[in-house]
């Protein structure tokens, strides 16, 4: 059963110490299959289009107080992308400046292998992904 409702609001919302509003995202990626059904070691990764334009990107949002960044990955992943699958290993931490409120925020970003593409989910409207 997928909740086919977005999270929304801010009063749940991580901030660090600095007043910086946290973020988690991942890159969703699976192997590619051959022709007879064999998986192989070619990868392919989804991206998504932003709400706002149709610039590419991977899915990414807020990090919110009751969950870990790997749930929120998750999150995130099942409501902008529609795909469910396996959290792994952090790959890192960055600063960086939205370019539409010009405030600071700080990102998490972990590998997410896709078990699952969903035929429908939360911001299938909103978005395609490729």
């Known amino acids: 059963m997928v909740c086919m409702v977005s999270r929304t609001g ?3 919302q991580r901030y660090d110490n600095l007043g910086r509003r946290q973020v ?15 998986m192989t070691d070619d990868l392919e990764v989804l991206v998504i289009s932003s709400q ?8 990414k949002g807020g990090w ?9 990955a998750l999150r995130e992943s099942l409501e ?3 795909v469910r699958g396996n959290v792994e290993c952090e790959l890192g931490k960055w600063d960086f400046i939205s370019k539409s409120h010009g405030t600071f925020y700080e ?5 997410l292998l896709v078990k699952e593409e969903l035929d429908f989910w939360p911001e299938q409207n909103l978005r395609q992904r490729t």
Do not use: N, W
Request: net charge negative; with cysteine; charged share 30%.
């Open 10 to 12: 801010r009063h749940l």
């Open 24 to 38: 988690v995202g991942c890159i969703p990626y699976r192997y590619k299959s051959s022709s007879d059904g064999t």
């Open 52 to 59: 706002k334009c149709q610039k590419m990107m991977f899915p």
């Open 64 to 72: 919110e107080l009751d969950e870990s960044r790997e749930e929120a």
């Open 80 to 82: 902008e992308a529609g």
């Open 107 to 111: 990102g998490y970003m972990f590998p």
